[in-house]
């Protein structure tokens, strides 16, 4: 009698394939948040140095580093969301297996979605009044709808991921598949 393989088997190279894509592309997108915090370390050297050893304060530097550390703490968070590796209590889902910890993570997932959502709406009408009444920084002179669009930037992208996990976290409670962790 052949052995057929199974579709989980064949999916195998392919999921190992995408796997080390996705480490990959984690890996350079915390490569550029470690640079985005080191340009922020560099701003401030320079401003401290011009402010105290030269006497002058440069322009917009403390605004500059505000809005790049904005930035960068947004898009961790969607890397965070991503990987699983926020602040959360992970008590239940750490001891509980099978269609239980599925469960736990549609949970999450749906509680990420509703929040992620609102936080997402709130900031679309935030920037809309303030570009209607034109709010620039003070030191840049730059439209604040630039620093606060890091928010509905990051929530937005923190929402479609929650979708994303979401529909995976179902299919696999349906599924009743095995987690990473019992796979590898």
């Not at 579709?7 to 480490?23: E, G, N, Y």
């Not at 922020?40 to 401003?47: L, M």
């Not at 917009?60 to 209590?89: K, P, Y």
């Not at 620039?136 to 979708?163: K, N």
């Amino acid at each position: 009698m052949a052995h057929i393989p199974s579709q989980h088997a064949r999916q195998t190279p392919l999921r190992q394939s995408l796997s080390r894509m996705a480490k990959a592309a984690a890996n350079g997108l915390h490569m550029l948040l470690g640079l985005g915090l080191i340009l922020v370390v560099g701003v401030n050297v320079a401003n401290a140095t011009a402010r105290y050893l030269l006497g002058m304060a440069p322009l917009g530097a403390d605004e500059l580093m505000v809005f790049i550390v904005i930035w960068t703490v947004m898009i961790a968070a969607v890397a965070s969301l991503v990987a699983r590796s926020h602040i959360n209590v992970n008590l239940l889902p750490l001891y509980s297996g099978g269609r239980v910890r599925h469960l736990l993570h549609v949970i999450h997932d749906a509680a990420a979605l509703v929040a992620c959502g609102y936080a997402t709406y709130a900031s679309w009408l935030f920037i809309g009044r303030i570009s209607r009444l034109g709010v620039r920084s003070m030191g840049l002179g730059l439209p604040m709808t630039i620093p606060h669009t890091a928010l509905l930037a990051g929530f937005g992208a923190m929402t479609a991921v929650a979708v994303f996990m979401l529909l995976r976290d179902v299919v696999a409670l349906i599924r009743n598949e095995p987690h990473r962790e019992e796979t590898a």
